[in-house]
């Protein structure tokens, strides 16, 4: 049975598995697993903690999708993809990466100025992740 919700991003699907979906339009090519942002007009790109214009994280692109093309994204919930990797981090956070548009990471930015975001978290295998985003702070200042 699916179930329509209103989400704070858009209309989004509820499934069976517990898992949030929102349907939106790209701006670039998105490979499956990528963290996804949503910018002031509605599109999606590839997340990135390295700036506060592809920032903050919605959630996981469930598939990938070509260049202004309509496809989901996991918002919420457990998602699990090949291109994903938690090897040794079961359980623990994974975060937005400062240095490779949409990567998913074990351990979280260091760098001054990197924006600090966890996605979720990894489990029960490396292939998977429990999406449940949270806040974002950025190192050494504000955003």
């Given at each position: 049975?699916?179930?329509?919700?209103?989400?704070?991003i858009g209309p989004s699907e509820?499934?069976?598995?517990?898992?949030?979906?929102?349907?939106?339009?790209?701006?670039?090519?998105?490979?499956?697993?990528?963290?996804?942002?949503?910018?002031?007009?509605?599109?999606?790109?590839?997340?990135?903690?390295?700036?506060?214009?592809?920032?903050?994280?919605?959630?996981?692109?469930?598939?990938?999708?070509?260049?202004?093309?309509?496809?989901?994204?996991?918002?919420?919930?457990?998602?699990?993809?090949?291109?994903?990797?938690?090897?040794?981090?079961?359980?623990?956070?994974?975060?937005?990466?400062?240095?490779?548009?949409?990567?998913?990471?074990?351990?979280?930015?260091?760098?001054?100025g990197q924006i600090?975001?966890?996605?979720?978290?990894?489990?029960?295998?490396?292939?998977?992740?429990?999406?449940?985003?949270?806040?974002?702070?950025?190192?050494?200042?504000?955003?």
């Amino acid at each position: 049975m699916q179930q329509r919700n209103v989400h704070p991003i858009g209309p989004s699907e509820l499934e069976d598995a517990g898992v949030s979906f929102a349907t939106f339009t790209t701006l670039e090519a998105i490979t499956e697993s990528d963290g996804i942002y949503q910018n002031a007009s509605g599109y999606i790109g590839r997340a990135q903690a390295n700036a506060s214009s592809t920032m903050h994280a919605i959630g996981l692109a469930h598939r990938g999708i070509a260049s202004g093309r309509v496809g989901r994204v996991v918002t919420h919930g457990p998602y699990t993809s090949p291109n994903l990797d938690g090897s040794g981090f079961i359980g623990r956070n994974a975060y937005i990466s400062p240095t490779t548009p949409g990567a998913i990471l074990t351990t979280p930015p260091t760098a001054s100025g990197q924006i600090v975001q966890a996605i979720g978290f990894w489990g029960p295998t490396r292939r998977d992740i429990y999406v449940s985003v949270q806040g974002a702070t950025q190192r050494g200042g504000t955003l």
